[in-house]
């Protein structure tokens, strides 16, 4: 069963926690202030997990999905020194006891999806997220994108339920005939997460995301007492 998702607008709680001497060499930040409780949220990006079907016959058309899929972590706020991010990660996960692994691999059992005659599109499988708030202190001089006061959302692919599985919904996307054709085969159908998706299936698609203005709508919806996200969100491999 998917877990509900849970926007809770909750009362500011601040929680400190100190970073390791890892963290403070790198001039990062020392300090995580949780607001709230962790929640979850669906996406925001989605994976194509089958080829595209136009369903021209004057019956429904039936397409196998499933395969391998490999979910990135998130944060809202994030800058290309990739080392001073995986701090970041790190200093949130030691406030929280949440792991936030770079990425999270996936092998979606096979299943059936049924197109009605004159439709087009594919399958999608949309992950859920859990995720977290807070603000960051303790911060270094010289780094503008993380400052005291600077509001962090980060989440993870939520696999509680079964370490090996990622909780998420597989759906099908009713599109264009074009948008449809442009999927000649299931990107997801590779021989391991690492090497999806199967970027020779695409044309102009991969995976399908909602821009990061939505992601920032979504998580900012969890009213965490301080100010409202200022940056767009993105994915971080």
């Known amino acids: 069963m998917i877990p509900s998702t849970s926007l809770l607008a909750l009362p500011f709680l601040p929680i400190s926690v100190l970073a390791s001497n890892v963290l403070d060499s790198r001039a990062t930040c020392t300090n995580f202030s949780l607001a709230g409780k962790p929640y979850t949220i669906p996406g925001p990006a989605t ?19 499933g395969g391998f899929v490999n979910v990135p972590r998130l944060l809202n706020n994030t800058q290309p ?5 995986n701090d970041i990660f790190a200093l949130v996960s030691s406030s929280t006891n949440i792991d936030f692994e770079a990425s999270t691999p996936d092998n979606i059992s096979p299943v059936t999806q049924t ?21 960051l202190s303790g911060c270094g001089a010289g780094n503008d994108t993380y400052t005291d006061g600077t509001v962090i959302q980060a989440c993870t692919p939520d696999n509680r339920i079964d370490e090996n599985h990622i909780t998420g919904t597989v759906n ?12 000649t085969c299931n990107p997801a159908n ?48």
């Open 47 to 65: 994976y194509i997990i089958s080829s595209g079907v136009v369903c021209k016959d004057t019956q429904n058309c039936t397409i196998l999905a």
């Open 115 to 135: 197109f009605a005659h004159g439709t087009a599109g594919f399958v999608i499988f949309t992950p859920i997220y859990r995720c977290v708030a807070g603000t």
């Open 172 to 183: 099908k996307v009713t599109t264009d005939e074009a948008s449809a054709k442009d999927v």
């Open 190 to 237: 590779v021989s391991s997460a690492a090497d999806a998706p199967n970027k020779e299936c695409m044309k102009t698609l991969g995976v399908v995301t909602t821009s990061g203005a939505d992601f920032s709508a979504m998580i900012s919806t969890t009213a965490v007492g301080v100010a409202m996200l200022s940056v767009v969100g993105v994915l971080l491999v």
């Open 81 to 85: 020194d990739e080392s001073v991010v």
